[in-house]
């Protein structure tokens, strides 16, 4: 069985910074993709990292390029989300999300269309 665990969200304020951890267990997704959506009260769940091939690709919404940093650790299997200067408008559940192939389109890497998903950390920014 496999599954996906989030660490590591919790109350900052804003310009501060935190760390998502998401460890996956029963797979490994070394030809896959690992990534983070989020959904805010009230809001549709929306695309925010991922990497693929490894760590290799790595692919950003552009309301974090320059703050958040994706990053994989393949020996534990886990996948990290550094945030930095943090938003209020970044308060949300963090979902982190697994896919088992990705063949190089990178829009596909935005969609919805995991394999696998986290039970999501919640992440407040007060202002």
């Known amino acids: 069985q496999v599954q996906l665990v989030e660490s590591g969200g919790g109350l900052v304020q804003a310009g501060g910074s935190l760390r998502l951890s998401c460890t996956a267990s029963g797979r490994t997704f070394s030809s896959g993709a690992m990534g983070w959506f989020r959904q805010a009260p009230g809001k549709e769940r929306e695309f925010v990292a991922a990497?693929?091939?490894?760590?290799?690709?790595?692919y950003y919404t552009d309301s974090v390029k320059g703050r958040f940093t994706i990053s994989r650790e393949n020996t534990k299997n886990t996948v990290y989300l550094q945030m930095n200067s943090l938003k209020p408008e970044d308060t949300a559940v963090y979902y982190c999300a697994a896919k088992t192939h990705f063949r190089g389109r990178m829009e596909t890497l935005a969609n919805e269309e995991y394999d696998y998903w986290g039970q999501g950390t919640q992440v407040t920014v007060s202002s």
């Open positions: 990497n693929a091939w490894n760590g290799n690709v790595k």
